[in-house]
């Protein structure tokens, strides 16, 4: 989880530039963990996709930052063949259609 507050990271640093900029921060990556986890204690799947090993799950919904700033979000998480706690994989902020 801690690309998505890292600048560097090859694949997630325009992720992090979308939830730096919204007030979170590498320094307290808790405050992102958090909103994550209620998100996804919060809302249902979109989306669910079985593969060979575990099941994918979309969702979407909305994290509040430390900066006040609501922003929707979608989070994927997977669980594997023989587990039941889905693991985090990736969060993303949502676009839309115009």
Do not use: C, Q
């Not at 919204?22 to 909103?35: I, M, N, Q, V």
């Not at 996709?49 to 994927?76: K, Q």
């Amino acid at each position: 989880m801690g690309y998505l507050l890292d600048d560097s990271h090859p694949r997630g640093r325009s992720k992090a530039a979308f939830f730096r900029g919204r007030g979170f921060d590498a320094a307290a990556p808790r405050l992102l963990e958090d909103e994550l986890l209620r998100l996804a204690r919060e809302n249902d799947f979109l989306l669910s996709t079985e593969t060979e090993f575990g099941v994918r799950y979309v969702l979407d919904g909305w994290v509040l930052s430390p900066a006040a700033v609501r922003a929707e979000i979608r989070t994927v998480w997977f669980v594997d063949h023989g587990e039941e706690i889905p693991r985090f994989v990736t969060a993303h902020p949502v676009r839309r259609r115009r």
